[in-house]
């Protein structure tokens, strides 16, 4: 029996590359999905790919009206909400925190931070009318260090883990699990085309070649999680943190002389 059948699962920024790649993965274990984003082409065009168990719409992350909407629909189209996936998610131009403006401060936060803050709010009833459920916070490497240039991504990364923590505490006891996960590099076009305004993408910055695992990640690596995380299988699981990153964090992996 699939993992998620009579289940209804809302992912956010799920027409990108790993939002798209976690659509389809709860999809194949039975979900019924809720498609939420701001690319109303795509997002029809992947609901009718996947077909009836399938939904798109618009959500702007940002916006409390655009969370009360699309989580009704989820709940008046599939009869339930069981499971919040905040993924959504931009990315800064790179800059100095002294060349950084406000504006980009602001909407990078607005849309990391306050997308996934206004996402537990409006789902939390919602996921506690279905008698318990889980979310999954979509967070970075970059929430677990420092990392130069990208000062408003990183700061909004490592609130979303204090946010995680203590919404798990907040809701736990009704059977609501809160985890985070945090990507590395993975292999999207979030990280090979450059931000809005700038002029490199992230991956200009890094080679896997010195990493444990010497390959980018895939979302479908990231999707295998997710899927674990939100199942059943992780009942006693919540406020926790998952890195995935094929040992990026753990420096490089030198390799020894042979004679």
Known sequence: MPRFDDRTVLVTGGTGGQGSSHVRAFHAEGANVVIGGLDAERGAALADELGARARFTRLDVTDESSWCAAVQAAESVFGALHV??????VQNPPALIEDTDQATWSRILDVNLTGTFLGMKVAAPALRRAAGGAVVNIASTMAL???AHYAPYVAGKWAVRGLTR???LELGRDRIR???IHPGVIATPFIHEPAAGAVSAIADFYSPEPFAVPRLG????VSRLLLFLASSEASFITGSEYVIDGGLLLGPALQAETA
């Open 84 to 89: 919040l996936v905040n993924n959504a998610g």
């Open 178 to 180: 809160v985890n985070t």
């Open 166 to 168: 203590t919404a798990a």
């Open 218 to 221: 895939e979302p479908i690596d």
């Open 145 to 147: 260090g420092g990392t």
